[in-house]
T-cell receptor
Framework: DQQVKQNSPSLSVQEGRISILNCDYT??????FLWYKKYPAEGPTFLIS?????DKNEDGRFTVFLNKSAKHLSLHIVPSQPGDSAVYFC??????????????FGKGTHLIIQP | DAGVTQSPTHLIKTRGQQVTLRCSPK?????VSWYQQALGQGPQFIFQ???????QRGNFPDRFSGHQFPNYSSELNVNALLLGDSALYLC??????????????FGEGSWLTVV
């Protein structure tokens, strides 16, 4: 039973346009959500996070939107750049008593930015 | 400021053997979590160590064990290796208290191949 789902294995976007990556979840107990970017043969790099009590968080070209009623979040990248080509993972976690619990990850979306 | 460091970066083991992977958390972090990432999948949570004890565990057999040292560094041990244990093993560090959902950082990973 996948609690975090990324239904698009890949996404191709033209350079300069907006990239929108989607993520759905089933566990209403998640306290926060994170997006990671991963290049081949490297560990995931933290991009941006959002608390479950917020509906939007913005950091430069990256914005994450959270729709709790739909159990859906999305990552917007504007404008898309060639260096953004990578696999993007959506992850979710809970705070239980103290500190972050283990994260639950989606399977990832491979974003390809075309010149 | 040192990030999360892992060793070794690559290793090959034979079925039935045992392996030890090592991780040093990011400076200022006291909690270490381990993840297994198989090809084409998202990382899966193995367990988390805080104050030298296993605080949380994912759905992995007892062949997977760990340890955390007083300096917060950690080891992941896998006994009786199976071919299916071939994967990228990721270490993540975070703070053990408070809302640390936005401060979870990963190392580059250790690639384990079981033959």
């Amino acid at each position: 039973d996948q609690q975090v789902k990324q239904n698009s294995p890949s996404l191709s976007v033209q350079e300069g346009r907006i990239s929108i990556l989607n993520c759905d979840y089933t566990n209403s107990m998640f306290d926060y959500f994170l997006w990671y970017k991963k290049y081949p043969a490297e560990g995931p790099t933290f991009l941006i996070s959002i608390s479950s009590i917020k509906d939007k968080n913005e950091d430069g070209r990256f914005t994450v939107f959270l729709n709790k009623s739909a159990k859906h979040l999305s990552l917007h990248i504007v404008p898309s750049q060639p260096g953004d080509s990578a696999v993007y993972f959506c992850a979710a976690g809970e705070n239980s008593g103290g500190g972050a619990d283990g994260l639950t990850f989606g399977k990832g979306t491979h974003l390809i930015i075309q010149p | 400021d040192a990030g999360v460091t892992q060793s070794p970066t690559h290793l090959i083991k034979t079925r039935g053997q045992q392996v030890t992977l090592r991780c040093s958390p990011k400076s200022g972090h006291d909690t270490v979590s381990w993840y297994q990432q198989a090809l084409g999948q998202g990382p899966q949570f193995i367990f988390q160590y805080y104050e030298e004890e296993e605080r949380q565990r994912g759905n992995f057999p007892d062949r997977f064990s760990g340890h955390q040292f007083p300096n917060y560094s950690s080891e992941l041990n896998v006994n009786a290796l199976l071919l299916g244990d071939s994967a990228l093993y990721l270490c993540a560090s975070s703070l053990g208290t408070g809302d640390s959902g936005n401060t979870i950082y990963f190392g580059e990973g250790s690639w384990l191949t079981v033959v």
